[in-house]
């Protein structure tokens, strides 16, 4: 699966996350402004009380990548381009992390989460056995799961059905729906007194009635807003938004110190599980798309691999075969370095945990293909020195020499092609590359060393039997 | 066992004008197919889904079309048998942004009244992404050509490296005009195999050349079509054994492997084919064509060996402590 990231959200919450910033200090310190927006990238307000200008700015400039317009008392502030370039940087790592850190609490076998690209993630689920399990894996990575903290706007929230979604913005509001009914439409203050960057725990429990509940604690920080909050405003409502719905709006009846709360209702267990490890692992800051899946059905996998592994040993076996009876007893050499040739790609794929796929074996063939060429050549010019009356000793030697820059030069030339592919492709392409470099590096190491090696084991017996058909393969006289 | 005598020097050199003709014919008909018809990209390089959808019992395609026909997803799929009556495939050009309602969700509900069934395989490759790995793919064949010319060109001479380069070219090309004829989906897989016969016939070029390298150095004659008549002659039972060796594993693959990896086996197929048959009367000739020298390449050589051994020399005296 590859994820793309909204990047243009990330700033989007990061504004956001400054506005709510603002709004907290200018009422801490009493300071008076009005009109406080956020649009796209960018948030405005006006400065009511000219004397509080140099504390105002004194606040702004403390916080690093801001560029502030100023026309009189109105305010404009965005981020700067680096800054920008920033927090999509940190909006991908942190999508990354999440995603993984979810996965993780998740339980799936060996899961795959890595970024590719300027802004893609590359998500590799192997462990997936049904279809409910990535049905809910998706819904874990998708889930933005940010949590936010809002004021309902009281006054106006009895003409909510009659309000657009312009009309609320006008006055800093928007409307969420109710996460059980979502006919039911709540009226919220659009800057949040404070959101789920401020959440150190997220836990399953069960209320008085037995329903799932999910209770939260939140940093020093976020308590001390959230207190100050709440003494502030008893009596009014206070709406728990999650991913832009309603979760519950209670009424605050007294200062809530401590910093803890509850999200309850409208979730089964296996939600509350899912979204309590979403909570805990963090909010995306940006939401993820996707730009690519690949899933092939448990079933599927294993027919089509069954299929084409059991082409290849029927060819591979063919191949063993044809070896012998060419090239006689010399044939059996080459198949034992071939054979373990073939051992040592699978087993190094192994070690590194790669899956068999078709550029896989596309590379295996390859491979097997040059491993067969290598002896192929050797034997060809052993047996070339032999017909020019080479003694079988000096045949074997001259032979390995003759060969070796030919092969050397083979396998260098594609060895190099597929160093290229790894820095180019991308998955299936990037396997490819990396099984043919196990592959050539295997079969120089086999056909080379290893072959020779037997050579001069069995030399003496070979220079006593002297029987060139059946070592060799060739014909009499 | 042995096929091919060993001593017998055919001469290749003095028939190939004629394959030479046939290479280009069968090179310009190959680019007139690409140009006409075009290539017949899968969904990994245009962008879109392909869903393959496995039925307990054979299962009509009308039925299948009505009910996604539902769905504007679906707007210009096509489906199809796929193997099997029971197994059908369902291509189209959308693809889905959203992570928790992909295309297979899509179809799972609209398929729902068609019969039992079990959604076996949900490819899809966003638009961005298809001209990506399309573009990439190109880079990585352009790439990797130049760099073999280099090493080939630093090991033997530059005449070798384009002649090398030509024969690919060759090889490419007339694979992709197959492709292109039998209207192969172009995927990754066969973005794959096209690469393997870039690796195998490049292999098989390089054999040759190191048979022609050798005996430039070592023969007496200067006529360089005897170079290399006697060259791939006496290389000629290796090209053949091994390809034959080659051929039999991917015929093996193409005629067991199932469905899924036929366009694959295809390719390569074809690609082993062309390949070896361009190691033998492409590679060489282009040699020819480009004036290689074998006089001056022999001096070079010698010229080079002549170095070698001076510097040992002197380094045998120094060792021995004379300078």
């Known amino acids: ?477 | 066992m042995q096929i091919f005598s060993k001593d017998k020097t055919y001469p290749f050199m003095n028939v190939s004008p004629y394959f030479l003709v046939l290479s280009l014919l069968l090179m310009v008909a190959s680019l007139f197919l690409l140009g006409t018809r075009g290539l017949n990209y899968g969904i990994d390089f245009s962008g879109g889904t392909l869903i393959q959808v496995k039925y307990d019992k054979p299962v009509s395609l009308d039925v299948i079309r009505q009910s996604i026909a539902q769905d504007p997803l679906f707007r210009d799929a096509s489906v199809t048998k796929f193997g099997s009556d029971e197994e059908v495939v369902i291509r189209f050009s959308g693809s889905t942004e959203s992570v928790e309602e992909d295309a297979g969700d899509v179809a799972l509900r609209v398929l729902q009244n068609t019969g039992e069934f079990e959604i076996r395989r949900v490819d899809m490759v966003g638009p961005k992404v298809g001209a990506e790995l399309r573009e990439k793919g190109v880079m990585a064949l352009v790439v990797s050509i130049i760099a073999i010319l280099a090493y080939i060109a630093y090991r033997f001479e530059w005449r070798f490296g384009i002649a090398a380069v030509v024969a690919l070219i060759h090889d490419i090309s007339i694979v992709v005009g197959a492709l292109v004829l039998f209207r192969v989906d172009i995927n990754l897989d066969i973005l794959a195999a096209l690469l393997t016969i870039l690796g195998y016939s490049l292999n098989d070029t390089i054999i040759v050349f190191d048979r022609i390298r050798e005996s430039t150095k070592e023969s007496k004659t200067l006529d360089l079509k005897e170079v290399i008549n006697y060259s791939v002659s006496q290389t000629l039972s290796r090209t053949l054994l091994t390809s034959l060796t080659t051929f039999f594993v991917v015929l093996t693959l193409f005629s067991f492997g199932g469905e899924i990896i036929h366009g694959f086996g295809f390719t390569l197929l074809v690609g082993i084919l062309v390949g070896t048959y361009s190691s033998i009367f492409v590679a060489s000739p282009t040699l020819q064509w480009l004036r290689f020298d074998v006089k001056g390449y022999k001096n070079k050589e010698a010229e080079k060996e002549k170095r070698r051994l001076e510097k040992e020399k002197m380094r045998a005296q120094y060792e021995r402590g004379v300078v």
């Open chain 1, 1 to 477: 699966m590859l994820l793309g990231v909204e990047t243009e959200e990330a700033i989007h919450s990061k504004i956001k996350s400054i506005a709510s910033n603002v709004k907290f200090f200018t009422d801490d310190s009493s300071i008076l402004i009005d009109s406080l927006r956020v649009r796209e990238d960018r948030l405005s307000f006006v400065l009511l009380d000219g004397t509080e200008e140099r504390r105002l700015d004194e606040m702004l400039k403390e916080t690093p990548g801001l560029a502030i317009e100023k026309n009189g008392l109105n305010y404009t502030v965005h981020l700067t381009a680096e800054e920008k370039s920033q927090t999509i940087e940190f909006a991908i790592n942190q999508a990354v992390e999440t995603i993984r850190n979810r996965l993780d609490q998740f339980g799936l076998a060996e899961p795959t989460v890595a970024r590719q690209g300027e802004e893609n993630i590359l998500v590799e689920l192997p462990g997936i056995k049904t279809a409910e399990d990535e049905q809910r894996a998706r819904e874990l990575i998708a889930k933005a799961a940010h949590l936010q903290l809002m004021a309902v706007d009281n006054r106006r929230q009895d003409q909510v059905y009659r309000m657009s979604d312009a009309e609320a913005a006008s006055y800093g509001n928007v409307i969420f729906p109710d996460a059980r009914n979502p006919q039911q439409k709540h009226l919220v203050q659009a800057i949040p007194i404070l959101d789920g960057s401020m959440l150190t725990d997220a836990r399953v429990a069960f209320d008085q009635n037995n329903q799932p509940v999910i209770n939260f604690s939140l940093n020093s920080q976020g308590a001390r807003i959230f207190g100050d909050f709440t003494g502030k405003n008893v009596g009014n409502h206070l709406a728990i938004v999650l991913d832009d719905k309603v979760y519950s709006a209670p009424v605050i009846r007294e200062r809530i110190g401590g910093g803890s709360g509850q999200i309850s209702g409208a979730f089964s267990i296996q939600e509350a599980h899912d979204l309590a490890i979403a909570l805990r692992s963090g909010a995306l800051l940006a939401p993820v798309k996707l730009l690519e899946k690949r899933s092939i059905g448990p079933s599927l996998g294993a027919d089509s691999v069954k299929a084409s592994l059991t082409a290849l040993i029927l060819g591979f076996a063919a191949v063993v075969v044809f070896m012998v009876v060419y090239y006689g007893l010399v044939g059996v050499i080459a198949n034992i370095a071939l054979i373990s040739n073939l051992f040592i790609i699978i087993s190094v794929m192994a070690l590194f945990g790669a899956t068999l796929t078709l550029p896989g074996m596309a590379g295996i063939v390859l491979t097997v293909g040059m491993a067969v060429d290598a002896n192929v050549i050797i034997n060809e010019r052993i047996r070339e020195l032999l017909r020019a009356g080479a003694s079988i000793r000096k045949a074997v030697e001259q032979g390995y020499a003759n060969a070796l820059s030919a092969i050397l030069d083979a396998n260098i030339t594609t060895l190099i092609a597929a160093v290229v592919l790894y820095s180019y492709g991308t998955g299936p392409i990037k396997g490819f590359a990396v099984t043919i470099s196990i592959g050539i590096l295997a079969s120089m190491l086999t056909a080379i060393l290893g072959t020779h090696g037997v050579y001069d084991f069995l030399m003496n017996r070979i220079e006593k039997s002297k029987n060139l058909p059946l070592w060799f393969g060739m014909k009499k006289g």
